[in-house]
Nanobody
Framework: QVRLVVSGGGRVQSGGSLRLSCVASGFTFSRFTMNWYRQTPGKELELVAGITWPGGRINYAESVKGRFLVSRDNSMNTLYLQMNSLRPEDTDVYYC????????????WGQGTQVTVSS
């Protein structure tokens, strides 16, 4: 059974930091592209950061470059998102995503975690 369990959300003041974790099971984590998305109700899903497989290329949304750091530990089947210098506009529900295949035939989602940044 595929599972992506997300933790680490919460409330923080502007300028603070949080680290999200996504623990995967039920599939070969090291052979999947892993992403963090976020969404505000009523708005489109936004890709925040990701690490591709194969290749290990790291991508960030322009809005988080220089503030967020995505990483993965394949030995622990875990994806991380270190979020620094948080801003109120980073307030969102954050989701972990795993995908593989030329047409993303394998596309898994974790539960969302709320991140709230107060000014």
């Amino acid at each position: 059974q595929v599972r992506l369990v997300v933790s680490g959300g919460g409330r923080v003041q502007s300028g603070g930091s949080l680290r999200l974790s996504c623990v995967a099971s039920g599939f070969t984590f090291s052979r999947f592209t892993m992403n963090w998305y976020r969404q505000t109700p009523g708005k489109e899903l936004e890709l925040v950061a990701g690490i591709t497989w194969p290749g290990g290329r790291i991508n960030y949304a322009e809005s988080v470059k220089g503030r967020f750091l995505v990483s993965r530990d394949n030995s622990m089947n875990t994806l991380y998102l270190q979020m620094n210098s948080l801003r109120p506009e980073d307030t969102d529900v954050y989701y972990c995503n795993a995908r593989q295949g030329p047409m993303n035939e394998y596309n898994y989602w974790g539960q969302g975690t709320q991140v709230t940044v107060s000014s």
